[in-house]
C-alpha cells in the first residue's frame, strides 16, 4: 500500500525536483520525458512520481512560475511601494517579475513554449492571475468590489506579453512594452473618471419602473 508522503518531503522533494528540471529543459524541452528523467536524477520511482507530480510537466510549469514569484517578491521585499508612484510600482513589480525569471532563462524558455500550447492555455491563464494578485497585493491594493478582479485581469493581460518578449526579445524590449502599457491603461484610466457609467443603466431602470408603475405625479 503507498503511503502519503510526509508535507515536508514532498516539500523538498518538489524543489529538487525543480532544479533538475531547470538544468535539463533547455535540452530536453519541458515535456514528459524530461520530467522522468528529473525526477530519476533524484532517485524517484515512476510511483514516486505520479505521488509528487500526478500532473507531470503541468506541475513542475506551475513550481517554476511560484519560484519566479517568490524569487521577485524577494526583491520587492526591499523597495517601499508607498515611495512610489501608482505607475511606478507596477513597472517596478513587473520588472521584478521579468527578472526574476530570467535567472533561468533557458528553462523558462522552455516552460513558456509548453504553457503557449492549446491544452496548456488554461495553466498558464492561472499562473498569470495568481502572480497579477501578488504583485497588486505588494502594490497596496485592497480592492474587494468588482476593481479587485479587473485590475488583475488587466495587469495578466500586460504580463503575458511582457513575460514573453523578456525570455525571447530581451529586457529592453519588454520594459518598453510595461511602459507603453501601462501609458495606455493610466489613460484610460484618466478618461474614466470622468463618465458616469450608471446613466445608462440609471435611465433603463427609470424608463422599466415608468412602464409597470406608471409616470410619477407631483402630490
Not at 499562473?127 to 478582479?149: C, P, R, V
Request: aromatic fraction near 6%.
Amino acid at each position: 500500500m503507498t503511503q502519503t508522503p510526509e508535507p515536508d518531503w514532498a516539500d523538498t522533494m518538489e524543489q529538487a525536483v525543480l532544479d533538475a528540471a531547470v538544468r535539463r529543459a533547455p535540452v530536453l524541452g519541458w515535456n514528459a520525458r524530461m520530467v522522468r528523467l528529473a525526477c530519476e536524477d533524484n532517485d524517484l520511482s515512476l510511483g514516486d512520481e505520479e505521488l509528487l507530480l500526478p500532473n507531470g510537466a503541468r506541475d513542475l510549469a506551475a513550481l517554476l512560475s511560484r519560484r519566479h514569484d517568490d524569487r521577485a517578491m524577494a526583491t520587492l521585499a526591499g523597495v517601499d511601494p508607498a515611495s512610489l508612484k501608482i505607475r511606478e510600482r507596477i513597472a517596478r513589480a513587473l520588472s521584478a517579475r521579468m527578472e526574476a525569471g530570467a535567472e533561468d532563462i533557458d528553462a523558462t524558455r522552455k516552460c513558456a513554449a509548453f504553457l503557449a500550447l492549446p491544452t496548456n492555455a488554461d495553466l498558464g491563464l492561472k499562473l498569470a492571475w495568481e502572480t497579477s494578485d501578488l504583485l497588486w497585493n505588494w502594490a497596496g491594493d485592497t480592492a474587494t468590489d468588482w476593481n479587485h478582479y479587473s485590475k488583475r485581469t488587466i495587469l495578466s493581460g500586460i504580463l503575458i506579453p511582457a513575460l514573453t518578449l523578456r525570455w525571447f526579445d530581451g529586457r529592453e524590449p519588454a520594459e518598453a512594452f510595461v511602459a507603453a502599457r501601462i501609458e495606455n491603461v493610466m489613460a484610460f484610466e484618466k478618461w474614466k473618471a470622468g463618465k458616469d457609467f450608471d446613466a445608462p443603466l440609471r435611465k433603463m431602470t427609470d424608463a422599466l419602473s415608468r412602464m409597470r408603475y406608471g409616470a410619477k405625479h407631483p402630490g
